[in-house]
């Protein structure tokens, strides 16, 4: 069945810019045409934006809520344990939704902490299902590490430090038997048996290349060109792990990823704050991707990134919300506008106008993700589109002004009116349209504040344990 949607403006992402006073048809999850200068009689006016993509996620919980703030990563990350998924299915149909009504199609999940409660292959499945009942493209990667999980080295010091009970309690949650390299890659095979399809790309995803040892980079760099099957991988994202890949790596992380064909196009790479110039070029050379974090990057201490020089000598920019949005809401939109806002430009000089960067963002990020098209709507394209209150957008109407501008200006995600993904309506009015969001979310703080008393011994151990994080990292990593 046809179905037409009127818009105002419509904002192709192509060569063919901005339209005025169109109606998009679409049928089948696929746009049928764009027929101009038909005058919609509709209000509250509309622009129509290709949809966004969120090019690096880990579809968890809130961490603030569970005291994970004001940290840098290297302590962040164990703190947010306490927000480990307690129902994987609701964890990230409540992650996935927010996306979903922030106006993405698709979504990168780099999954770092499974829940425990059950097998991986299931775990997979559970977040596969809820990916399909809000109805938003997902890509997945379980992200693996067989070194490193306290520290970026030895962890005794940190350990001899805590008492017997904090010591049993960190070890039991963070120091286990590594997964082999090869038992991690016939679970991803395993995992995409289960659940891959055509809004579902599973993928490799080793944690970063501090947690992971050469063999396990190897074997990853091997079956991803044996089998064309993409990377999502942290890299550099703190200054201690800078520090630690120019002890490990004297001749460079980034040349040895190249040398051990780890670098292609099938490469997404996220962070690279501390990536040096030469690096950024062999990423560019290579194909590969860099997705930027900027909210993600300021509130855990990281950096800020070489993005308008990545993008400057050709590196392909994405980006992503990394569960860490300005406002914790997962708006993409206003994390675009930061990027475009700090690496636009300097004086008259532009990196790029506003046009051009909601264009890259969308169809790099789709590459990222593996999902279909460049995100441009045009006909025979995927009908992956979100319709914006043009009204409240334009809120003075005193003369003409571009809207893309204005999108840049001042654009966040209240207001985005519908979201349409392969055809399907899933955000109508600002409310998703396949999950009850509200009711899930309202569900994990009950589960969540009814197992707190199971986090108390971890609670206990955190005041010594980040006083022994801080030590160890100021002693053996020292960046000054």
């Not at 063999?215 to 890299?235: C, D, F, K, W, Y």
Request: with cysteine; glycine share 8%.
């Amino acid at each position: 069945m046809t179905i037409e949607v009127p818009a105002h403006s419509l904002f192709s992402g192509s060569d063919r810019g901005l339209l005025e006073n169109v109606v998009l048809q679409h049928d089948n999850g696929i746009v049928t045409s764009i027929c101009e200068g038909v005058p919609p009689a509709t209000r509250p006016r509309s622009l129509v934006l290709p949809a966004f993509v969120n090019a690096h996620d880990h579809a968890r919980p809130t961490a603030s809520s569970f005291g994970a703030l004001g940290m840098p990563l290297e302590s962040w990350i164990l703190r947010s344990a306490l927000g480990t998924p307690v129902d994987p299915y609701l964890t990230a149909a409540s992650a996935l939704a927010r996306s979903a009504r922030a106006g993405c199609a698709v979504m990168m999940i780099h999954y770092t902490r499974p829940s425990g409660t059950m097998p991986l292959v299931e775990e997979a499945s559970a977040i596969a299902r809820a990916a399909s009942d809000v109805g938003i493209r997902i890509a997945f990667a379980l992200a693996v590490r067989d070194q490193n999980p306290v520290v970026y080295g030895n962890e005794e010091p940190v350990l001899s430090n805590l008492s017997k009970d904090d010591r049993s309690t960190i070890e039991q949650m963070f120091v286990r038997a590594p997964m082999s390299p090869k038992a991690y890659i016939e679970l991803t095979d395993a995992i995409a048996a289960a659940i891959a399809g055509p809004k579902v790309d599973v993928q490799l995803g080793p944690a970063g290349v501090q947690w992971c040892s050469k063999p396990l980079l190897e074997a990853v760099a091997e079956n991803s060109a044996q089998t064309g099957r993409r990377i999502h991988m942290h890299l550099l994202e703190t200054i201690y792990q800078r520090a630690w890949a120019g002890r490990h790596f004297p001749d460079g992380i980034v040349r040895y990823l190249r040398d051990i064909g780890f670098l292609s196009e099938r490469l997404t790479l996220a962070h690279c704050i501390h990536a040096r110039p030469d690096e950024i070029e062999m990423i560019a050379a290579s194909g590969a991707r860099i997705v930027t974090n900027f909210s993600s990057n300021l509130h855990l201490r990281s950096g800020l990134a070489p993005i308008a020089a990545a993008h400057k000598c050709g590196c392909a920019i994405a980006v992503g919300v990394d569960g860490l949005a300005l406002d914790e809401d997962d708006d993409v939109l206003r994390e675009m506008r930061l990027v475009q806002m700090m690496h636009g430009g300097l004086g008259f000089e532009r990196t790029w106008t506003t046009s051009e960067f909601l264009a890259l963002a969308i169809a790099n990020g789709r590459k990222a993700t593996g999902a279909p098209g460049t995100g441009a709507l045009l006909p025979g394209a995927p009908a992956d589109f979100v319709t914006i209150d043009l009204d409240r957008l334009d809120r003075d109407q005193i003369m003409p002004v571009d809207p893309i501008d204005l999108l840049f200006a001042r654009g966040n995600a209240s207001l985005l009116r519908d979201v349409v993904v392969d055809g399907r309506l899933i955000v109508n009015e600002g409310r998703c349209t396949g999950v009850d969001l509200p009711a899930i979310e309202h569900e994990l703080r009950e589960i969540y504040r009814a197992n707190a008393r199971q986090l108390t011994p971890f609670q206990r151990a955190w005041p010594p344990l980040s006083a022994s994080l801080q030590n160890w990292f100021e002693a053996r990593l020292d960046c000054r």
